[in-house]
């Protein structure tokens, strides 16, 4: 497989590590609203469904961005119209509250109700988000041998 294939490069695999760890830094950080003291309660709270669920996105989110760059660089297809898709789930995923209890970002821009239904649905959502990311990889052809 060519994602494979790209992983196997330090420098992506580096990449993929790197901005799995930022994207859950900065995603835990939101989820509390910048209270850092409040961490610790977000992750005694988190669900651990959704908890698996936004680690297999987290890490799907850092295959996904190394592999594009790994594309541009061989420059095999056009990178424009696939990284839509993935920037899609990457919002998506990030106005939905892992932990009900807790505010997300979407409480600060979005009406109460959308807010709800995300928290009522963050399974469904997640799964979305993440299925947003394996289609992107998908369409960059990470797949094909």
């Known amino acids: ?12 695999l580096l990449l993929t590590v790197l901005s799995s760890l930022m994207l859950t830094a900065v995603y835990i950080y939101t989820q509390v609203l910048g209270a850092v003291q409040n961490i610790d ?68 821009f979005l009406p109460l109700s959308i807010v709800s239904f995300f928290t009522v649905y963050s399974f469904w959502i997640n799964l979305l988000g993440i299925g947003f990311l394996l289609f992107t990889l998908n369409y960059l052809g990470a797949f094909k041998k």
């Open 1 to 12: 497989m060519r994602l494979l294939q790209a992983l196997k490069t330090p420098r992506y």
């Open 41 to 108: 309660l977000w992750l005694s709270l988190v669900p651990r469904h959704n908890a698996a669920l936004f680690s297999v996105f987290a890490a799907l989110f850092g295959i996904t961005l190394s592999y594009q760059l790994y594309v541009r660089q061989q420059q095999t297809c056009d990178i424009k119209k696939s990284s839509a898709s993935g920037g899609i789930g990457t919002f998506i995923t990030f106005l939905v509250a892992q932990c009900p209890a807790c505010a997300s970002l979407g409480a600060l």
